[in-house]
T-cell receptor, first 114, second 109 residues
Framework: SAVISQKPSRDICQRGTSLTIQCQVD?????MFWYRQQPGQSLTLIAT?????????ESGFVIDKFPISRPNLTFSTLTVSNMSPEDSSIYLC???????????FGPGTRLTVT | AQRVTQPEKLLSVFKGAPVELKCNYS??????LFWYVQYSRQRLQLLLR??SRESIKGFTADLNKGETSFHLKKPFAQEEDSAMYYC???????????FGRGTSLIVHP
């Protein structure tokens, strides 16, 4: 298993600004993921972040809007750039761990853009 | 392309009633299937994996390759089972999961 922490837990930001979300894992993992979750709705994968390589973005998400860093095997950041109210959501970090690479999730960052 | 379908957005039952949360998938190979649960104000967490064939908190799920289903079942629902449940598929060789849209289970007293 893996224990994941995220910072900040929540934030209220103004339109046009950027927010960087940090994700810390208690063990070294190869695969880290960033999701967006609307309350009561499904998870949307933003990108896969592997250490030592560029993040792989899903359709509809671009690096300029959601730059990701993965400097080592225990840490990653997601930046939400030039925010608009449509970016208001919960952002989740997860890792693939265990013998079946099941997902372990962080507590999430609740972002509100005004 | 792989897909996971959870046809029910909301499932409402009374305490003690049986519950079945449906999950169907489309994938041509051998899938790895999971159920995740998110209780109120808690993080999303793994509930069970098909490969383990285990019962967790009274829940079981059987992979039916003929019907491409992985329904989650519990014979007697409890109020503490109220949560959001997500079915997820990982294809062989890929560790990137595909999630269903989730089913909100409400168990009434």
């Amino acid at each position: 298993s893996a224990v994941i922490s995220q910072k900040p837990s929540r934030d209220i930001c103004q339109r046009g600004t950027s927010l960087t979300i940090q994700c810390q894992v208690d063990s070294q993992v190869t695969m880290m993921f960033w999701y967006r979750q609307q309350p009561g709705q499904s998870l949307t994968l933003i990108a896969t972040a592997n250490q030592g390589s560029e993040a792989t973005y899903e359709s509809g998400f671009v690096i300029d809007k959601f730059p990701i860093s993965r400097p080592n095997l225990t840490f990653s950041t997601l930046t939400v750039s030039n925010m608009s109210p449509e970016d208001s959501s919960i952002y989740l970090c997860s890792v693939g761990a265990g013998d079946r690479y099941e997902q372990y999730f962080g507590p999430g960052t609740r972002l509100t853009v005004t | 392309a792989q897909r996971v379908t959870q046809p029910e957005k909301l499932l409402s039952v009374f305490k003690g009633a049986p519950v079945e949360l449906k999950c169907n998938y489309s994938y041509s190979g051998s899938p790895e299937l999971f159920w995740y649960v998110q209780y109120s104000r808690q993080r999303l967490q793994l509930l069970l994996r098909h490969i383990s064939r285990e019962s967790i908190k009274g829940f079981t799920a059987d992979l039916n390759k003929g019907e491409t289903s992985f329904h989650l079942k519990k014979p007697f629902a409890q109020e503490e089972d109220s949560a959001m449940y997500y079915c997820a598929l990982q294809s062989g060789g890929s560790y990137i999961p595909t999630f269903g849209r989730g089913t909100s289970l409400i168990v009434h007293p």
